[in-house]
Nanobody, 114 residues
Framework: QVQLVESGGGLVQVGGSLTLSCAAS????????MGWYRQAPGKQRELVAT???????NYVDSVKGRFTISRDNAKNMVSLQMNSLIPEDTAVYYC????????WGQGTQVTVSS
């Protein structure tokens, strides 16, 4: 079993920045991909960014150039640096990890006020 704990969400003004962090614990040796998803009210959960164990990244088009995902394999952590935030980024952000199963964190709220 793998546990994912997110931190770093909050309220920020348009144009501001936030950094989300996710710490993985438990049976982590077989984890490969890690990433972030988000779900806004009334919308489906969507992929934001992913990163493989060797550092290959993937982003949804709407965040390219504004968000940066990074991973520290030694610390079993994945982070999401979010810059130039806009109201459309408001959502609950979920940490995700893929191994023999798919694992999810409990989510952290990000609210961007205009």
């Amino acid at each position: 079993q793998v546990q994912l704990v997110e931190s770093g969400g909050g309220l920020v003004q348009v144009g501001g920045s936030l950094t989300l962090s996710c710490a993985a614990s438990g049976n982590i040796l077989r984890l490969n991909g890690m990433g972030w998803y988000r779900q806004a009210p009334g919308k489906q959960r969507e992929l934001v960014a992913t990163i493989t164990r060797d550092g290959t990244t993937n982003y949804v088009d709407s965040v390219k150039g504004r968000f940066t995902i990074s991973r520290d394999n030694a610390k079993n952590m994945v982070s999401l640096q979010m810059n130039s935030l806009i109201p459309e980024d408001t959502a609950v952000y979920y940490c995700n990890a893929v191994g023999p199963y798919v694992y999810w964190g409990q989510g952290t709220q990000v609210t961007v006020s205009s």
